[in-house]
């Protein structure tokens, strides 16, 4: 593999990677916020 195709691959391993960190985040953000207005 030459230079730019690592490059290439490697962005796209990051931009997967930061997608599925925040549909995590998000999905934990909606369960506190429904924890939340349950509790009140």
């Known amino acids: 593999m030459n230079f730019e ?3 290439f691959v490697a ?3 990051i ?3 930061c997608r599925q960190l ?3 985040a998000s999905y934990h953000l ?3 916020g429904v ?3 349950r509790q009140k």
């Open 35 to 37: 924890k939340y207005t």
């Open 22 to 24: 925040n549909l995590q």
């Open 15 to 17: 931009f997967l990677s």
């Open 11 to 13: 962005r796209v391993m």
């Open 5 to 7: 195709v690592s490059m």
């Open 30 to 32: 909606q369960n506190l």
